[in-house]
């Protein structure tokens, strides 16, 4: 203490109450609650934030069990040179593995229930290389999906809006149709259920269906596979890859990453978290901004001890560094606090709201409405430095106005009635 500037021992006493003044003790009352209010901003800013991450990545991932990182497939619709493209693939360093699949849609029929369904013609030997659909049946086995059989796997809501079980038989109604002398009549195809997958995503669990390739390419009346799945080292780097990809692989080829998918999801996200971070700011420039009523009401009070100070020689600078360091302590503290709450709650959510469902008897996420039961939690060190920041830039912005006060504050006028 002792090596510190006037103005360090002067701002860090303004902080603390006055003993003697009931005024003094006010002031720094209204301190603390902007220091709580900063702390409590900061803290619902990385709560909130850690929990949507959280969201993001389970749903993400999820999706990821059925999707694949990068699909590669031809414009004309097959790929007859499917194993010459993997191979040029594979020599880019970020990919680890390729599968080719059929892809199509049709109608599938049980009893009086038709219901509209995505259909993925797959090799079951390779496409656990690049999804994890396989881990994802519930009731039958994967290895069942074998050539010539025709047999198939379904979502687990798919199949109980149609009644089936494993070992049932399914009908499904080719988009193209097939000419007769009587006409244009649908093309039906019996199908055996083998299995069903739960992939925890209700889109893909509600319409999408898993067959051997060999009979997908007979059903949908294909010479070849449609494409080629890739999975990466690094997901997030999907659009990167993908790009590297689109300029060494040869042939009429279209390219996409997993984020092209579901681009609308996303995006939804990302403008929702944006709004998050936003509205919850204003919670903490609130609070910040509630420096500026105890820094003025410090400067009205301490005008006698200003004008002391300048008439001892202190500079107008000296007395505004006074000011911005009392509201810029109380802006450090309250940030810190509020990361080291904020920090503490993300990393333990998923003991802290189970304890608050016990406590209170209620259920935040019944798994009757809710695919995701419980709160999931993401902490990002980025998303913690970028709101630490803010918080602080804010609280040092909000000292401004009365430093200056401060500053500008004559000592005679102040001196006047003392």
């Not at 097959?78 to 594979?90: C, E, F, G, R, Y």
């Not at 001890?305 to 006074?322: F, V």
């Not at 990361?339 to 009757?368: C, M, R, S, T």
Request: positive net charge.
């Amino acid at each position: 203490m002792k090596n510190l500037s006037f103005e360090w021992l002067v701002g860090l006493r303004y902080t603390r109450a006055g003993r003697r003044s009931g005024r003094n003790s006010f002031i720094s009352f209204i301190s603390m609650i902007s220091m709580f209010g900063i702390a409590l901003g900061v803290a619902a800013l990385i709560i909130v934030l850690s929990v949507m991450n959280g969201f993001q990545k389970e749903v993400r991932d999820r999706m990821l069990s059925v999707l694949s990182h990068i699909e590669v497939f031809d414009a004309a619709g097959s790929m007859p040179d499917w194993k010459n493209t993997a191979l040029q693939a594979q020599k880019n360093s970020s990919v680890v593995a390729s599968a080719p699949y059929v892809d199509g849609q049709a109608m599938i029929i049980r009893d009086d229930v038709m219901r509209g369904v995505i259909l993925r013609g797959v090799l079951p030997d390779q496409e656990p290389k690049v999804s994890e659909v396989a881990t994802k049946i519930k009731v039958g086995r994967w290895e069942d999906l074998r050539p010539g059989e025709f047999n198939i796997i379904l979502g687990t809501a798919l199949a109980s809006s149609l009644h089936v079980r494993v070992g049932d038989k399914v009908t499904l109604a080719a988009p193209e149709g097939q000419m007769t002398p009587a006409g244009m009549v649908p093309r039906l195809k019996a199908f055996n259920v083998v299995g069903i997958f739960d992939a925890g995503h209700y889109e893909f669990d509600s319409g999408m269906g898993f067959m051997q390739i060999e009979d997908a390419q007979k059903f949908f009346r294909l010479s070849a596979p449609s494409g080629l799945r890739l999975r990466i080292k690094d997901m997030l780097k999907a659009p990167q890859v993908a790009l590297e990809l689109s300029q060494t692989l040869t042939g009429d080829l279209l390219i996409r990453d997993w984020s092209q998918q579901n681009r609308n999801y996303f995006s939804a996200v990302k403008t929702e978290k944006t709004m998050m971070f936003i509205i919850l700011a204003l919670i903490v420039a609130v609070a910040a901004f509630n420096l500026v009523s105890t820094l003025v009401m410090t400067v009205t009070d301490k005008q006698a001890d200003i004008a002391i100070l300048r008439t001892l020689g202190a500079s107008p600078g000296s007395i505004m560094k006074i000011f911005m360091i009392q509201g810029g302590i109380v802006g450090l503290i309250g940030t810190g606090l509020g990361v080291a709450l904020g920090v503490l709650v993300a990393l333990n959510i998923d003991v802290i709201v189970p304890a608050i469902e016990h406590l209170l008897g209620v259920n935040f996420l019944p798994k009757d409405l809710y695919f995701i039961s419980a709160l999931p939690s993401d902490l990002r060190w980025a998303d913690v430095w970028q709101i630490s920041s803010m918080a602080v830039v804010l609280a040092f912005a909000a000292t401004i106005y009365p430093s200056w006060r401060a500053a500008c504050v004559k000592p005679a006028e102040a001196l006047r009635y003392e």
